[in-house]
């Protein structure tokens, strides 16, 4: 059953969605090359190269604020930001960079299933056992990828605070911000499991007479 | 399904094709094979009861429990 009285806000999320996939698109092939470049050594004029992670630490410093005349004692717990490392060697850039296209290739992923999910609800096709294919496999991209961050986190957590020396900032943990990514796949799971029984639903109102 | 739908039989009591049902009780020809075929899962009682009324017959003409 399809229909062209599609609401507005589909066709936005639906045009928002093929952009948002064709330039991420776009940056993965990027990536690719150059990683790819860099791999077989193209760029033989530099030897070490510097790399921003961006990482989210529990740490321990403590300063001041002063404000409307009086000084106030302020403790920095945890802190969000981009790390540069400089002059890290070529193959650990590389290796780090292989990872982040396995990250990327997750992400154009769920992108892709949603994409071919909103062009089917756009063209009216709610219930079909092709939507409950896309949601399932965006539900197991996103597991895919909590698991990912989950264990990144973890390994960079242990090799940072045995490896990174600040003056004045005494480093503690690190921590993941994932959790949003396990709710998101379990709620897409479920909404699989939700379209199954509408695509029944949808079979016995067609079967109707 | 054990409930079978007897629409030929009774079609061809009345000598009457598909075709005329169709027009007669404003139902699309792909509804009817369904319900001819015995694949549909429901009927409405405004089908059945325009059903009866084309082919002047009772619904239980038309429908028929055949138990397991």
């Given at each position: 059953m399809t229909t062209n009285n599609t609401p507005l806000s589909i066709k936005i999320i639906y045009y928002l969605t093929q952009f948002v996939f064709w330039v991420t698109l776009l940056g993965a092939l990027l990536a690719v090359f150059f990683l790819g470049a860099g791999t077989l050594g193209l760029f033989k004029e530099t030897t070490d190269t510097s790399l921003d992670i961006p990482l989210r630490l529990e740490l321990e410093e403590t300063g001041t604020m002063t404000a409307y005349g009086k000084t106030y004692q302020v403790e920095i717990r945890d802190a969000v930001g981009t790390f540069e490392f400089s002059g890290l060697p070529r193959r650990v850039t590389t290796v780090i960079m292989f990872g982040a296209l396995g990250f990327l290739a997750l992400i154009i992923s769920v992108i892709w299933f949603f994409r071919k999910f909103i062009i089917n609800v756009k063209q009216g096709?709610?219930?079909?056992d092709g939507n409950i294919g896309y949601l399932k496999k965006m539900s197991y991209c996103l597991l895919g990828l909590w698991i990912y961050i989950l264990i990144i986190s973890n390994i960079s957590a242990g090799f940072f605070m045995s490896t990174l020396e600040f003056d004045t900032v005494q480093f503690k943990g690190s921590k993941s911000e994932s959790g949003p990514l396990l709710f998101g796949a379990l709620f897409i799971w479920v909404l699989s499991h939700i379209f199954s029984k509408g695509v029944k639903l949808q079979q016995e109102q067609d079967l109707t007479i | 399904m054990p409930i079978v739908v007897n629409l030929d039989v009774v079609l061809a009591q009345r000598k009457m094709s598909l075709t005329e049902l169709s027009e007669k009780v404003g139902l699309t020809m792909a509804n009817l094979s369904i319900l001819k075929q015995g694949k549909a899962k429901a009927i409405r009682f405004s089908t059945l009861m325009a059903i009866c009324e084309a082919l002047d017959c009772q619904p239980g003409d038309l429908l028929e429990y055949r138990g397991p």
């Open positions: 096709l709610y219930f079909t | -």
